[in-house]
């Protein structure tokens, strides 16, 4: 066991799926974050456990080839972007790796591997972003916390986000200041602004403004006015409600103060209004891409019936309506349901309906009346799938079923479960949705004992 504090020579010859650099040092393996593959360091230990330790850099002896100068001056104290120090091929082959790892490891599964589908935009490409507000020196200031802590590091200028969100953000601060709306302060529970909550079509430009508020305060209907007014693309002024002492960002409650309720964007070729509560990938571009291969996975000849679990707003089954005789979409946050509704019938979608509930407990409603959908589409949050919810999936007997995941871990474990009960992992491909930060996605073709080719 190594001891606190002791300094180590080490080489990083690998990264985990956390995105910390490991080398081995006398057997024991020492994980540093900030690395890269090939660093040859002085290593100071941090956190000496029984089989392994953290450390952090001392000194960077030879750095590794794959580094690069990070380009944010913020980089460091943020943490957001896990690897801005690595040449993005680097980035890549480890999200490769993290995926490769996951299926083959943990889930015990040998499928084909597709080579990871990385992005042709690695900064501003994300279309919403949650800024935290604070009091610093008498004045409201947004920006985010440094790692691991609620220590605010005022900053507006995030590389990952369009430019235009800076601006509103300067914009609004300035108001909120000039009209002493409080910001809230997590200690007290005192102060009413918690958040800025920025959404922008990727494709329309259009952008929803939202203030995330301990209470409402009639103050920010001249904000609101204001900022419509200086950002003609801003279509959309809300206000979410979240009473609670609690670090979940978004209350239950969301009203519009000014123009319109949603905002809207073009995905796949689809108008999609969007609810601010409603879930939509952040990274527009790429997730089109993502949801090609998931239509080529699906294999659509027009005859089947598609149920799509997880659907959010409905982008991934409206992105293949017309491609199918039927589409069932499946999601729990009622706002998203109305929203997968709407943007059928403003897309002249026909065939398809939603329901709001657990995807477990409708899959299992739909087996009872005899529902047998060709093709199933779960793209469920980062804890992947229940194990009600695969079971009733198996009973539905699917041809195929594509998971698309942005947990490479759970989506492995689910798919040890498909497989122990008839549904082979053919395919398994990554995407990089999330380029610069630890985030990785990968999107898996089953299908069903026997008719695999
Ligand atoms: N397929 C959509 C959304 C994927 S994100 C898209 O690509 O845009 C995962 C979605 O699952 C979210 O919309 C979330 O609200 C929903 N969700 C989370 N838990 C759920 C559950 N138990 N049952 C049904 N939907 C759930």
Known sequence: MRTKNELIELTITGMTAEGNGVGRYEGEAVFVPDTAVGDEIICKIVKPLKRYAFGIIDTLKTPSPDRIKPDCSVAKPCGGCLFRHLQYDAELKIKETIVRDAFTRLGGLSPDFLPILGCTDTDGYRNKAQYPIALQDGKAVCGFYARRSHRLIPYTDCNLQPPVFSEILIAALERINASNLPPYDETSHKGLLRHIYLRRGAHSGEIMLCFVMRKNSPLLRTIAEEMMRLFPDIKSVCVNLNPDKTNVILGKETLCICGSETITDIMCGNRISLSPASFYQVNTLQAERLYQIAAEFAQLTGQETLLDLYCGAGTIGLSMAKRVKRLVGVEI??????????????????????????????????????????????????????????????????????????????????CALFDQLGYHTETVRAVDLFPRTGHTECIVKLTRAGLSQ
């Not at 709407?342 to 477990?360: M, P």
């Open 333 to 414: 946050i009622p706002q998203a349901v109305e929203n997968a509704k709407q943007n059928a019938a403003a897309n002249g979608i026909e065939n398809a309906e939603f329901y709001c509930g657990d995807a477990g407990t409708i899959a299992e409603q739909l087996v009872e009346k005899g529902e047998a959908p060709d093709v199933i589409v779960v793209d469920p949050p980062r804890k992947g799938c229940d194990q009600a919810t695969i079971a009733a999936v198996v009973k539905m007997s699917p041809r195929r079923v594509v998971m698309i995941s942005c947990n490479p871990a759970t989506a492995a474990r689910d």
